[in-house]
C-alpha cells in the first residue's frame, strides 16, 4: 500500500489534536483577561472616584471654614470700633456730665446745704393811722434790695427768698404788694434765706449803708425784721424760669 507525500514529514492524529487545542486555549485565557478587565478596575474606578469626591468635598468645606473665619473677624473689628466708639463717647458724656454738676452750684441749678443765716422782712405790724403816706407801712423791692445786695457783699455763697433760688439773672421786682421773682409771685413774709459764713453775713448788714437807712424805717414804722444765724440750711434748686429779662452792657447805653 502507498503513503501519500504532502511536502515534508506526514501529519498524525496527535498533532493535529495539539493544533485545535492551541487556539481553543487561547480563546479561553482571553476571555479570562477580558473578564478580569471588566470587573478588577471597575471597583478601582469606583474606589478611586469616591476618594477624589471625598477630597473635593474636604477642600470645599475648608474652603467655607476659611471665609466663615474671614467674615467672624471682620465682624470682631467692627464690634471692637464700635465698643471703641462707644467708650470714647461715655468718656465724653461723663466728662461733660462732671463739667455741668461742677457749674450747677454756682449757677443755682443744684440744691446746696451749709450754715447761714435767714433775714424775714414783713409788712408793718401797726395798722396805718391814717397821716402820712400808707405805702411806708409795707416792704418795698428797694428794701430787699438793700438786704440781698449787703448780703452778697457779706460773703453769701447761694441764696433763696421764699424758697425760690436768687440767680445772677434774677430780677427783684415788687409788683403792688406782691414780689415777683424768676416769673413767679410771693407775699410777704419774704424769708432770705443764705448760706455762708454767719459772722460775716451779720457784720455786713449792720454796716451796709442802704441797710442802716432799711433800718431807720423799720424802727419809724413798725416794719417786720428779723435775723437769726443757722448752723445748716438747705437751699433748693433753680425750678422756674431762669431766663435773662432785661439787660445793658456795661458801660454801654
Known amino acids: ?3 501519500a507525500e504532502h511536502g515534508g514529514e506526514p501529519t498524525t492524529p496527535s ?5 485545535l487545542a492551541l487556539p481553543v486555549t487561547l480563546a479561553l485565557l482571553a476571555g479570562v483577561l477580558v473578564i478580569g478587565a471588566q470587573t478588577e478596575p471597575a471597583e478601582t474606578r469606583e474606589r478611586l472616584g ?32 464700635h465698643e471703641a466708639t462707644a467708650a470714647r463717647g461715655a468718656q465724653e458724656l461723663n466728662e461733660l456730665q462732671d463739667q455741668v454738676a461742677d457749674m450747677a452750684v454756682p449757677a443755682g441749678l443744684a440744691p446746696v446745704r451749709g450754715p447761714g443765716a435767714v433775714v424775714t422782712l414783713d409788712d408793718s405790724l401797726s395798722d396805718w ?6 405805702n411806708d407801712y409795707i416792704i418795698h423791692e428797694e428794701d430787699l434790695r438793700a438786704v440781698v445786695n449787703a448780703l452778697w457783699a457779706g460773703g453769701a455763697e447761694a441764696m433763696a427768698i421764699n424758697g425760690q433760688r436768687v440767680l445772677s439773672t434774677s430780677a427783684i421786682v415788687c409788683v403792688g404788694t406782691t414780689l415777683r421773682l424768676n416769673g413767679a409771685y410771693y407775699t410777704p413774709p419774704y424769708d ?13 448788714l449792720q454796716t ?3 441797710v442802716r437807712q432799711f433800718l431807720s424805717a ?5 416794719l417786720g425784721l428779723d435775723l437769726e444765724t443757722e448752723d445748716v440750711l438747705e437751699l433748693p434748686g433753680q425750678t422756674g424760669g431762669a431766663a435773662l429779662e432785661a439787660a445793658l452792657p456795661s458801660g454801654g447805653s
Open 1 to 3: 500500500m502507498e503513503h
Open 15 to 19: 498533532r493535529r489534536g495539539q493544533r
Open 50 to 81: 469616591r476618594r477624589v469626591e471625598l477630597a473635593e468635598l474636604i477642600a470645599a468645606e475648608q474652603e467655607r471654614a476659611r471665609q466663615l473665619e474671614a467674615q467672624v473677624e471682620e465682624l470682631a473689628a467692627e464690634v471692637a470700633a
Open 129 to 134: 393811722d391814717g397821716s402820712g403816706d400808707p
Open 192 to 204: 432770705i434765706a443764705v448760706i455762708g459764713e454767719p459772722d460775716a453775713l451779720v457784720e455786713e
Open 208 to 210: 451796709d449803708a442802704a
Open 218 to 222: 423799720v424802727d419809724e414804722f413798725d
